[in-house]
């Protein structure tokens, strides 16, 4: 604390420029976007500042909470399954062979390596109509009706009908799979540091007193590992919740999120004071996200000093 009191000089000439940094570029920006939510749109391109809540008053209306809503049920959804899938890989990974674990790692990295919109552009190569999923799943139709055929039963053949392609792609499916595909390493890492800090001499007594290995993961595991689950479901609901381009290549007409709403009020509605205010209603609920965070670590940090 008094090293920097010290030298004074290195300390301001290592902390002015990134301090100046974030100040002109990060909170001068969100300020202004701030201010505009509280004006009205004048004209074409004119903006008023009048400090009106009438954005944020627009923004209860039914047909934009339901846009929220959706928006919440979709990174919900994307969160859970992030979880439960993550959590997998993360045990997975854990338990595997010294040698194994950097390759492994670095397979859960190897997407963030490539651009977002050519990974998206490629799960649209795999779920379009004559896709990968559909050619492979076609592939084992006509496989299925050559063995009953071959076996003598024609008439149990796969509904003895041609292949119907299966429809993956512009619906709220692809929207799920595609927020599921861009955020699971977010999940996956902090889960993977948590459970490899994880002291496995509890998980051998637990076993060793008889508790089953499902009570164990459950009485065990978890608990040990709910600090790295609240980071994760956190940093994994709120980006899929502000997601952009996956809902809009992914998605169709009914698959739209918060975020392509205001895309479209900075662009073609060019009406950017209601854009800012439902801009910054995601910021709050974010806020609200990390103070929860924050809550629950001080109090689990209260309840272990105590005991």
């Not at 391109?45 to 923004?59: L, S």
């Not at 699971?184 to 002291?199: C, H, I, K, Q």
């Amino acid at each position: 604390m008094d090293s920097w009191r010290k030298n004074p000089l290195i300390f301001w000439v290592f902390a002015v420029p990134p301090a100046a940094w974030l100040l002109l570029f990060f909170l001068t920006p969100l300020a202004l976007i701030w201010v505009f939510s509280f004006g009205e749109k004048s004209g074409l391109i004119d903006i008023h500042i009048t400090w009106t809540a009438d954005n944020y008053m627009r923004a209860l209306d039914p047909l934009y909470l339901q846009i929220f809503l959706k928006s919440f049920w979709f990174a919900g959804v994307t969160t859970a399954v992030c979880l439960i899938v993550g959590f997998v890989v993360a045990i997975a990974i854990t338990f595997a062979p010294g040698r194994q674990r950097p390759i492994l790692l670095l397979l859960v990295m190897l997407p963030f390596w490539t651009n977002l919109l050519i990974r998206t552009y490629a799960l649209i190569a795999i779920l379009r109509t004559k896709g990968s999923v559909n050619a492979a799943l076609e592939h084992f139709w006509d496989w299925g009706n050559g063995l009953l055929a071959l076996l003598g039963v024609e008439h149990l053949q796969l509904l003895g009908a041609q292949f119907e392609p299966l429809h993956l792609l512009y619906n709220n499916f692809a929207v799920v799979v595609g927020l599921v595909y861009v955020h699971l390493p977010f999940m996956v890492l902090p889960l993977y540091a948590a459970l490899d800090r994880m002291d496995r001499s509890y998980i051998e007594a637990s076993l060793d007193l008889g508790a089953g290995q499902l009570r164990t993961f459950r009485s065990v595991v978890i608990p040990m590992a709910a600090p790295a689950i609240v980071s994760g479901v956190i940093i994994t609901f709120v980006p899929a919740l502000g997601s952009f381009l996956t809902p809009d290549l992914l998605g169709g007409t009914d698959s739209q999120m918060i975020a392509n709403v205001i895309e479209r009020q900075f662009k073609s509605a060019n009406d950017w004071p209601f854009g800012a205010a439902l801009s910054f209603i995601l910021m709050y609920v974010t806020f609200f996200a990390i103070a929860l965070r924050s809550v629950w670590s001080a109090r689990r940090d209260a309840r272990e000093a105590l005991a």
